[in-house]
């Protein structure tokens, strides 16, 4: 039976949304939790053998909330890769831009929101252009460079 490791619905210093406040939660919880998964992806590498990224759903009073988790197979889970890859998992990231990506939602003041992006996939081509090399070769996040 596999174990799964819930790691959050966004980076941990970052506004998210907000169940029962939210408009619109259902769709801003998912395109946040679909690109906390791709910037998950963008700081730390695929997920080794055994570990796959998985999106947990979880009843409320207010309704159903998400949040990004990882399944690790019961034979992986004392491997090393797999071991080293969950510590990294396990601190989440501090902020959207320290894996190169656009908060995919703006929280403005009245409980309002705004779509940075349509969906994940312009989050992820936004996030390759913000993070191949400059003109001066060097890299954004420096964890790029080679």
């Given at each position: 039976?596999?174990?799964?490791?819930?790691?959050?619905?966004?980076?941990?210093?970052?506004?998210?949304?907000?169940?029962?406040?939210?408009?619109?939660?259902?769709?801003?919880?998912?395109?946040?939790?679909?690109?906390y998964r791709g910037a998950m992806i963008a700081a730390y590498g695929?997920?080794?053998?055994?570990?796959?990224?998985?999106?947990?759903?979880?009843?409320?009073?207010?309704?159903?909330?998400?949040?990004?988790?990882?399944?690790?197979?019961?034979?992986?889970?004392?491997?090393?890769?797999?071991?080293?890859?969950?510590d990294k998992l396990e601190n989440g990231l501090t902020s959207w831009?320290?894996?190169?990506?656009?908060?995919?939602?703006?929280?403005?003041?009245?409980?309002?929101?705004?779509?940075?992006?349509?969906?994940?996939?312009?989050?992820?081509?936004?996030?390759?252009?913000?993070?191949?090399?400059?003109?001066?070769?060097?890299?954004?996040?420096a964890s790029n460079s080679t």
């Amino acid at each position: 039976m596999p174990y799964y490791i819930e790691i959050g619905a966004a980076p941990w210093n970052e506004d998210c949304a907000q169940l029962g406040q939210t408009p619109d939660f259902a769709t801003i919880n998912r395109l946040e939790v679909d690109a906390y998964r791709g910037a998950m992806i963008a700081a730390y590498g695929p997920p080794p053998k055994g570990i796959t990224f998985a999106i947990r759903s979880n009843p409320h009073d207010f309704g159903t909330y998400r949040e990004l988790a990882v399944k690790v197979d019961k034979n992986d889970f004392e491997d090393a890769t797999a071991a080293e890859y969950l510590d990294k998992l396990e601190n989440g990231l501090t902020s959207w831009i320290s894996a190169g990506f656009t908060a995919p939602v703006s929280y403005l003041p009245g409980a309002q929101t705004r779509k940075n992006a349509a969906n994940v996939n312009d989050l992820i081509r936004s996030a390759k252009m913000v993070t191949r090399p400059m003109s001066d070769g060097r890299f954004f996040p420096a964890s790029n460079s080679t």
